[in-house]
């Protein structure tokens, strides 16, 4: 709209396929993709944030998402991006008091996903609520999951719809 | 102050009884209220928008009221939450922030007060984009079995000058949940967070 934007906002997301180990079956214990979120916490993070080129402590928002192929459960995704995904990414990044937004979808090859993004320290940051698709033309095969990271270095561009600002942050409880 | 003008709405909902395991005894059901506005502010960079929030809160309330409908009537049977909006080609992903405050507030309104933040994304996209709506329990949001998401989209919006605006509500956990974490019969519902 001809309104520049200056300094840019950058955002980077990280995408690694996996071979789903609970594709084809039912699996009651699902311990072995939540080990596997604990890993790709710290790997996606550091890749998202070495792709946007700054210190890991002046990320602003994040973001987490899953999309499991056809031969596995909305659960599988679940069980890797909840139970333990999230502390390496807040041990990388050096704070992270807010819960970071995620979804969750079972698709095709080539199927969309989109992040969702919130304030690393405060849910209620009006201006960085956001969010960032995310696709592979050739994945989710059918007995793989895609495990999405997403982090930035701002809010949105030119951000005018009021709500809390990031320099009103309290970061006590996560929300304000 | 602009109009709201709809041009077309879609209520969806999925009933899913299971995934591969156990037959659900009772159905977890997903429904999605979208509708397709005129953004005001396409083609142009405006500065001052935010005054359109006040005129979206009408909308907001009867696309909740209107998911709750269409899961049932009772309010009682929504335990997730989730919003989201997909902005035209000629418009700005800010214009689609403009859905928080109206879209958050017509479902707070008509489930008696939630305490949780209503998870949320949005795009700039063609017609046709899809979004996939973030879904968290509606009182507490580290209730871990609802963490949950439903693409939305419509094959032929939005148009260059529209928006898409979305709310979504679930009436219970994934079908299959069982990855720990905080139950929803371990809510405090004091912070909206646990």
């Avoid at chain 2, 977890?28 to 509708?35: D, E, I, N, T, W």
């Avoid at chain 2, 017509?106 to 998870?119: F, N, P, S, T």
Wanted: with cysteine; glycine share 12%; aromatic share 4%.
């Amino acid at each position: 709209m001809g309104q520049p934007v200056d300094p840019p906002t950058r955002r980077a997301a990280a995408v690694a396929v996996i071979e789903n180990p609970c594709a084809a079956k039912y699996v009651a214990d699902l311990s072995e993709l939540m080990t596997i979120g604990e890993e790709l916490g710290e790997l996606l993070t550091a890749r998202a944030v070495a792709a946007l080129g700054i210190d890991p402590t002046s990320v602003e928002s994040y973001g987490k998402a899953a999309a499991v192929g056809e031969d596995g459960e909305i659960e599988h995704a679940a069980a890797v991006l909840h139970p333990k995904l999230g502390t390496p990414v807040r041990k990388f990044i050096g704070k992270g008091a807010a819960l970071i937004p995620s979804s969750k979808k079972r698709g095709g090859l080539g199927v969309a996903l989109d992040i969702p993004l919130g304030h690393k320290d405060a849910a209620f940051v009006r201006s960085h609520f956001d969010g960032m698709e995310v696709r592979i033309s050739d994945a989710p095969r059918r007995n793989e999951i895609m495990v999405a990271i997403a982090v930035t270095d701002s809010g949105r561009p030119l951000p005018r719809v009021g709500g809390l600002t990031k320099d009103q942050i309290k970061g006590e409880d996560g929300l304000r | 102050m602009p109009k709201v003008e709809i041009r077309k709405r879609l209520i969806s909902v999925e009933e899913i009884l299971h995934e591969g395991g156990p037959v659900a005894t009772v159905p977890l059901r997903r429904a999605a209220a979208l509708a397709v506005i005129k953004n005001p502010y396409a083609g142009e960079y405006v500065e001052d928008i935010a005054p359109f929030m006040d005129d979206l809160k009408p909308l907001g309330l009867e696309m909740a009221r209107t998911l709750v409908a269409a899961l049932g009537g009772d309010a009682k049977c929504v335990e997730g939450y989730g919003k989201g909006a997909i902005v035209g080609s000629a418009g700005e992903i800010e214009h689609g922030a403009l859905w928080h405050v109206p879209g958050g507030y017509g479902m707070r309104e008509v489930l008696g007060g939630a305490k949780a933040i209503v998870a949320s994304t949005k795009k700039v996209g063609g017609p046709g984009a899809r979004l996939d709506v973030p879904i968290t329990h509606i009182n507490a949001s580290y209730v871990r079995s609802h963490f949950d998401s439903m693409e939305v989209g419509m094959v032929d919006a939005p148009k260059a000058d529209e928006v898409v605006l979305a709310l979504v509500m679930t009436t219970g956990a994934r079908v299959h949940a069982r990855v720990g974490g905080l139950k929803a019969s371990e809510i405090k519902g004091e912070d909206g967070l646990r």
